[in-house]
């Protein structure tokens, strides 16, 4: 009883899959502060110009770097999983896979974009990053990366994900990463909202200002910022994660996926596994493509398609996508990795063109269904992760009561063993759930009023 | 450049390894209270008869039952993977391969036999498992194992661990395990230690005596216990670790390994990855064979090889071992898997044998060596584990002053990931060897006075 599909090194894909190429409608531009689409020069002191250069690209396949392979390989390529277990628990007539994306040493899909970033920045001769981390896992993965690339990291941590968790701190040092709370003093734009706020329990928004601020005014100009989702090139390094699901899904003969899931809070690990279907779908497979997020952060299902800033301080150029106001704070669920104001644009359009099926979910029945998960797959899941897994669930069963042997396929974003407390509360029976009210949305999304709003040719959900 | 040796399902070992065929002198029995050999009736009330055979067995293969594969398959077979990145840092000649047992769920070598065990006890009849724990490797891999086959299971953990990791706790809760700390109020040995010293560290040999009297006192006869190391029954189950890798390195054309190196505490991790290899030096093979203790537990380097009991309060049979008398407290090292009294019995007969070169280490040396791993190989390892990786950075750099091409074989036993704060102590210079003063040893060992001594027919370092 095979559960497990394996991949060699010299199986692995030599090339990312750009989605940017194949979108119906051509991807809209980033705006600079006077509302035009901005010039790649404008971004030089925030990014390397040769991930800037990836960003604007509408290449359909960008080669993958062989020293950048050399690096991959320490977990990659990553095993495709047989979840029998759980479809046995559930009499489930569904054959549920899954890409295991925690068997890296930081554990989460983040370190696949962590370390072609750094690779990039040290190529084009930058000695020092700085980022911002919600949960942790990607100011650990990109820690992780400068470590063996030899630069320097600085993170931004979401000051509650900071109190929360004080393991992912101790992750990033060990790695040789410097991690601060944010709203720090070390920042303006971390002075200015702590003066307001005291008590914050900060954001991704915030914590990119910071970040942003700190590289663009490093006077040597050695220093850059990173992002760990949201932008074209970072979902493009991730789409490594559905290009090698689909060599492993030919490797056992499967030819047909039904339904294919992912958790998304910037949307890079969604869209890692889901483009290269999104491009099948294109092309008229009939392909079910769900990004799941938090009731909480409702993105993608409740908050409208405009262009905003991708920060709070407003640093970052206008970006088309689905967004709930630079200034939305989320409430403080356990899956800090979903808590972003904003979808990224890739997914946003790949929304708006129909293409995807977006859900939203409380956290309770999240944890509810990692909990089985652990109990039956033996793993256990991130809270993140937790989202995906509720939703083939809901799809497993679905596909029981009708009778029909449906493929699922799903990206396990990370193990969870540094968020236990999540599952604490829910054993205890104090997790809640948290819907957003509409008064709140209204008035969050007020914020956007002003902003220009790109053009929608053809509609999804629109 | 390939760095993973990979195994498919159906290329997993069928059988498990048993040394005790092999050894050069028989393996002696273990005693009852009266100094006589114990029948296997006698231990009937602490384990299953099935296992009870196995323990007794002189058989040379143990056939692993389908069903059993079955659950192994969770995460085994395991990377064989070569540390490129680490023989870079160091420029050695040497080729250095480990086997990665960080990638079950519990993250250690563990639940290699927690699964087999667990299964074994449910073939018996057995509704309920105790067991003792020290880091928590053990305790969370056997309410893991309890977890997949509907067991219920109860953790005595030891205080200064259980205080040190809450985190653990919480990974037995996930996986529906019940984790006290040891000493407990829950059974008599508990009680009589804490009124004699209520604030004791606790150790691994106190906590085994609770997990016993709560199996043997449970009047339904449907509890029973479990050790996770130490019994050879438990270091036969590991032997798939080592089987494994033999094939690994066949399939790369590897033919001959120079240096087998494996952490003990109990014994079982090291067992598992060399004891195939033994059975290879037993047949003439030039192979040095290095378990690797803490300078603070020095069992193997420093203690008398005799019988004594495996636990504090004297309810095991005597067993033939090297020991450091069953009431020793180790000092609180953060490799809290190393911090056992004794050694198990195949393990000690094997060093009599002159088989094995047991070596010891402090603590800061190997934190060093840790911290160099995670910035050049990626993953961070368990404290346990980094005495291993010492072992080899020295073997590794003996290779490159002799100008050998040596093969190294070691055992990731762990990932560090729920270890963290021994790195953070390591950093920031709090960290302290300890080794153990003569004057200690010399009265720990007294207690060893009038127990039986097991004949020693050949010598090594004896």
Redesign the interface.
Known sequence: ????I?L??DEIPRKWYNLAADLPTPMQPPLGPDGKPISPDALAAVFPMNLIEQEMSTERWIDIPEEVL?IL???RPTPLRRAR?LEKALGTPARIYYKDEG?S?P?SHKPNTAVVQAWYNKAFGIERITTETGAGQWGSALS?AC??LGLKCKVYMVRISYDQKP?RK??M????GECVASPSTQTHAGREILEKDPDTPGSLGIAISEAIEDAVSDESGKTRYSLGSVLNHVLLHQTIIGLEAKKQLEKIGEKKVDVVIGCAGGGSNFAGLAFPFVLDKINGADIDIIPVEPTSCPTMTRAPFTYDHGDTAKMTPLLPMFSLGHGFVPPPIHAGGLRYHGMAPLVSQAIVEGLLRPESLGQVKCYESG?LW???????PAPETNHAIATVIDEAVKAREEGKEKVILFSWSGHG??D??G??AF?KGRLKDYALPEEELRKSIASLDGLPKPPIRKTGRW
């Open positions: 009883m095979s559960v497990k394996l060699n090194e050399e390989y320490r977990w277990y068997v040493p554990g992780f470590a063996l393991f101790l992750m040092q060990t790695w040789g909990l652990a109990r039956t797959e033996g793993y256990i063993l540094m236990l407390m599952y604490e054993m």
